[in-house]
Nanobody
Framework: QVQLMDTGGGPVQAGGSLRLSCVAP????????MGWFRQVAGNEREGVAS???????SYADSVKGRFTISRDKDKNTLYLQMNNLRPEDTAMYFC????????????????????WGKGTQVTISS
């Protein structure tokens, strides 16, 4: 069972920044597509951002211009830089990955992801 290791969450005031990280163990071929999802208790998971092995990215409209997804292939590590955070960004954030080639709006669907982290909580206060 592949377990992605997502970290970096915490409490931040509105307008602040956080950087989430995710380490993906083992065979890099598993992780052509990587991304971040978030979930508020009682709600469905929401795709936030994704990135392909060719560095193409896709973002949810709610985070465009504020969040940046990136990856370091040599370190098998994924990042999410979150700026200008808002209270509505409060959620559990999950790192995800799949062997799928490519990236696009379709990659923000949770049913396309094979591997998940345990999640890291982000709490934004107003």
């Amino acid at each position: 069972q592949v377990q992605l290791m997502d970290t970096g969450g915490g409490p931040v005031q509105a307008g602040g920044s956080l950087r989430l990280s995710c380490v993906a163990p083992g065979n890099v071929a598993r992780y052509h597509l990587m991304g971040w999802f978030r979930q508020v208790a009682g709600n469905e998971r929401e795709g936030v951002a994704s990135i392909g092995s060719d560095a193409l990215t896709s973002y949810a409209d709610s985070v465009k211009g504020r969040f940046t997804i990136s990856r370091d292939k040599d370190k098998n590590t994924l990042y999410l830089q979150m700026n200008n955070l808002r209270p509505e960004d409060t959620a559990m954030y999950f790192c995800v990955a799949a062997p799928t080639i490519g990236c696009g709006p379709w990659s923000l669907r949770s049913d396309g992801m094979d591997y998940w982290g345990k999640g890291t909580q982000v709490t934004i206060s107003s």
